[in-house]
């Protein structure tokens, strides 16, 4: 008498509906993938409002929305990716911010400083003047 040793294993009687669970569970993360971009879409464009008003409040919508969108959506990825290759000066500092441990201060003076010296004539930039005045580096030991 000889036995067979199949490396298959048996159907259970719930099979189907294994397959339909995991088809479901599927659609619902593509679901939840175009929830998560519309929202992103949404917070930036309302950063970009609030951005336009007086104060900050609309960057950190702005960082929110596009990291809901970079994180859901690999077009925006590579869009994204093409705009950095193209324009690194720009979105450097966009990348700080969407980072896990964003670096918002020394982001907020790097454009400061940017601001200044693009908008204000060398006589009137006071930035560097403060930073060096108020902010002196401790000599080390």
């Known amino acids: 008498m000889s036995q067979v040793v199949s490396l298959r294993p048996e159907p259970l009687p719930g099979a189907p509906l294994a397959g339909l669970f995991a088809s479901a569970q599927k659609a619902a993360q593509g679901g939840f993938r175009l929830l998560f971009v ?3 879409w949404v917070l930036i464009v309302g950063g970009v409002v609030l951005a336009l008003l007086p104060g900050h409040l ?3 919508l702005l960082a929110i929305g596009l990291i809901l969108v970079l994180r859901n959506s690999y077009k925006a ?3 994204f990716i093409q705009m950095q290759r193209r324009h690194p000066r720009f979105v450097h ?5 969407i980072r896990r441990e964003p670096e918002i201060f020394p982001v907020l003076w790097q454009q400061v400083l940017r601001f200044e010296r693009t908008v ?19 000599a080390s030991t």
């Open 77 to 79: 990825k590579r869009q």
């Open 120 to 138: 204000l004539p060398s006589r009137w930039r006071r930035a560097g003047i403060w930073r060096r005045r108020y902010f002196k580096r401790r």
């Open 58 to 60: 609309g960057v950190p």
């Open 38 to 40: 519309a929202v992103g």
């Open 93 to 97: 500092p966009v990348r700080r911010l």
